[in-house]
């Protein structure tokens, strides 16, 4: 299935006759083609209004390097908005990873507990996202699907991008055991996750 043909697809809001939750599309990063997962349909606040539909997409495992979310100040700052870690996944040189899926995406607008909306192309799920009861993702309401595995296929903790309460420099984690906790990650530990974005 090429890239082409799914944005196709989406754009005459077709997606849902081939497409569901949970089913995986094969994109190239760094050289190497991964598992995506299919996370929503039209789930997304499309930043272009000449848009109407889209899919989001998100990595299946935790393939990217450990980063830490900030590293400003002593301690980190637990705001997306501001975080190096969004700048990163905003920046020509995370694009250049994901070069050939670059055409076939649109900025999408994020609600954040803390920090304002933010317009991002590449994103960490919230605590919220990730939330049966109140996810956008029809994914997520399963429970086992916030699991990931890391590269030595052992599940692993990964970072969302809601901020941590009572804590500047805390952000909401995935447990190995897929649990959702606030203070679980400091912001400027170094720990892994997996982003996603949304075709359209």
């Not at 799914?6 to 094969?26: C, K, M, P, W």
């Not at 590269?151 to 969302?160: F, I, V």
């Not at 170094?190 to 974005?197: E, N, V």
């Amino acid at each position: 299935i090429s890239l082409e043909w799914i944005q196709e697809v989406v754009r005459l809001g077709r997606a849902r006759n081939y497409f569901s939750e949970g089913d995986t599309i094969d994109i190239e990063f760094d050289g190497e083609v991964i598992q995506h997962d299919i996370i929503g349909i039209d789930a997304e606040k499309l930043v272009d209004k000449s848009l109407e539909h889209s899919i989001t997409i998100q990595m299946h495992d935790l393939v990217m390097e450990e980063r830490p979310f900030d590293t400003t100040g002593d301690y980190g700052s637990n705001v997306w908005e501001t975080s190096e870690l969004r700048k990163y996944l905003q920046s020509e040189e995370f694009r250049e990873r994901y070069k050939k899926l670059i055409p076939y995406l649109t900025k999408v607008v994020k609600e954040n507990n803390s920090g304002d909306d933010t317009e991002d192309l590449f994103f960490l799920l919230s605590a919220d996202e990730v939330d049966p009861k109140k996810t956008p993702y029809k994914y997520y309401e399963d429970v086992t699907n916030r699991q990931k595995k890391n590269a030595d296929g052992e599940t692993d903790y990964h970072r969302l991008r809601s901020a941590g309460r009572g804590d500047s420099c805390v952000t909401w984690c995935v447990y190995s055991s897929g649990g959702v906790y606030s203070g679980g990650g400091g912001a400027g530990w170094a720990l892994r996750c997996a982003p996603a974005c949304t075709i359209a």
